[in-house]
């Protein structure tokens, strides 16, 4: 099975759940920035995973890119927004005959999220969800990931591949 990971991060919590969900379908698991995955990157692939960290109650616009680089100033660390957006990235993505899955990270009392705008656009290039978003808990505005999430992932990106291989 060919699987990739393609993910938004500014502050690395996305990155680090990208990499687990990765570790849990398996080893072969391709797993990138948005500006790494290019046609080639997802050409054929089984399953593709997209996510993001919800920021404005939603998946991120270049609006919200501009206000993360304002906040800046008050972050621990400088966010990282050198990589195209995870939405811009949708837009772009050639069809597609796999299955997609998405997931966010997000603090616990956010109302919106970020999963339905990436599994519309999926599902638009041809790649129907597989079973349910992912979405996992950062403890404050910019991190770190609460407790256990990183397993949580590893455990949720296994079931990907259960779900994909028993069908």
């Known amino acids: 099975m060919k699987a990739v990971v393609v993910y938004e991060s500014h502050w690395g919590n996305t990155a680090a759940v990208a990499q687990a969900i990765a570790d849990g379908i398996g ?3 391709v797993v990138m920035t948005t500006d790494d995955a290019d046609l080639s990157a997802v050409s054929e692939v089984d399953l593709l995973v997209a996510g993001a960290p919800v920021i404005g109650f939603g ?3 270049a609006r919200m890119e501009d206000a993360v680089a304002d906040s800046a100033r008050r972050a621990p660390t400088l966010p ?3 990589h195209p957006s995870l ?3 949708l837009r772009e993505l050639p069809r597609g005959h796999g299955r997609g899955a ?3 990270t997000r603090v616990r009392w956010s109302p919106g999220g970020a999963t339905g705008a990436i599994e519309r656009s999926l599902e638009q290039a041809g790649y129907p969800a ?3 978003p992912g979405k ?3 403890t404050g505005r910019y991190g770190p990931l609460r407790a256990g999430e990183l ?3 590893r455990h949720w990106g296994a079931g990907l591949k259960s779900r994909l291989t028993t069908t």
């Open 87 to 89: 939405r811009s990235w």
């Open 102 to 104: 998405a997931f966010e």
């Open 59 to 61: 998946l991120p616009t």
């Open 151 to 153: 397993e949580r992932a």
């Open 130 to 132: 597989t079973g349910t």
């Open 27 to 29: 080893p072969d698991t």
């Open 136 to 138: 996992f808990i950062v």
């Open 80 to 82: 990282d927004i050198s």
